[in-house]
T-cell receptor, first 117, second 113 residues
Framework: NAGVMQNPRHLVRRRGQEARLRCSPM?????VYWYRQLPEEGLKFMVYLQKENIIDESGMPKERFSAEFPKEGPSILRIQQVVRGDSAAYFCASSPTGGRGSYNEQFFGPGTRLTVL | GENVEQHPSTLSVQEGDSAVIKCTYSDSASNYFPWYKQELGKGPQLIIDIRSNVGEKKDQRIAVTLNKTAKHFSLHITETQPEDSAVYFCAASGYNQGGKLIFGQGTELSVKP
């Protein structure tokens, strides 16, 4: 039973380019969360998605960042026109349940380490 | 919103000793408290969690306690081993967080042989 898959594991972009990060949840999990970890810091929530729906994007920067979780395929976190401050580790987590009122065991992927030159 | 504070930021113990990491939270409606272990270059690994309807949970050398009145919870690792060396994160979640986890700042645990 494969865990949460993320790719690429490392991504290098120049300022102004686009970054696309992919996440495949664990089998049977329909809830996906994205978190960002800046160097020497904890994890900060970005966005929570279910299939074809964004449930909570309160942690997403207002500009340049977007996320989707289509009916088929992985969840995608997209960062347009990257800047050096976007350099961080981006983690995806999946859960079999989600939302208010549920205990959300979240299982994390290995992360994508984005470096912006 | 919810705020989670974690202490200490670094902890060094001798192999075989116990280690305790403490977290406090601000939202009394939070009801789920997981602990994660993160090794260098890897993703966080869920090691134990506790729900607000119990005060203590144990799994071999790891235990977690929860004091809802004081709004704090702690991770206890007994008989520490060098492979326990990692960064540990506490988190809180509940109705008001809508499913997302609010993390503490992390504790870097070093177990010296």
């Amino acid at each position: 039973n494969a865990g949460v898959m993320q790719n690429p594991r490392h991504l290098v972009r120049r300022r102004g380019q686009e970054a696309r990060l992919r996440c495949s949840p664990m089998k049977g999990h329909s809830h996906v969360y994205w978190y960002r970890q800046l160097p020497e810091e904890g994890l900060k929530f970005m966005v929570y998605l279910q299939k074809e729906n964004i449930i909570d994007e309160s942690g997403m920067p207002k500009e340049r960042f977007s996320a989707e979780f289509p009916k088929e395929g992985p969840s995608i976190l997209r960062i347009q026109q990257v800047v050096r401050g976007d350099s961080a580790a981006y983690f995806c987590a999946s859960s079999p349940t989600g939302g208010r009122g549920s205990y959300n065991e979240q299982f994390f992927g290995p992360g994508t380490r984005l470096t912006v030159l | 919103g919810e705020n989670v504070e974690q202490h200490p930021s670094t902890l060094s113990v001798q192999e075989g000793d116990s280690a305790v990491i403490k977290c406090t939270y601000s939202d009394s409606a939070s009801n789920y408290f997981p602990w994660y272990k993160q090794e260098l270059g890897k993703g966080p690994q869920l090691i134990i969690d506790i729900r607000s309807n119990v005060g203590e949970k144990k799994d071999q050398r790891i235990a977690v306690t929860l004091n809802k009145t004081a709004k704090h919870f702690s991770l206890h690792i007994t008989e520490t081993q060098p492979e326990d060396s990692a960064v540990y994160f506490c988190a809180a979640s509940g109705y008001n967080q809508g499913g997302k986890l609010i993390f503490g700042q992390g504790t870097e645990l070093s177990v010296k042989p």
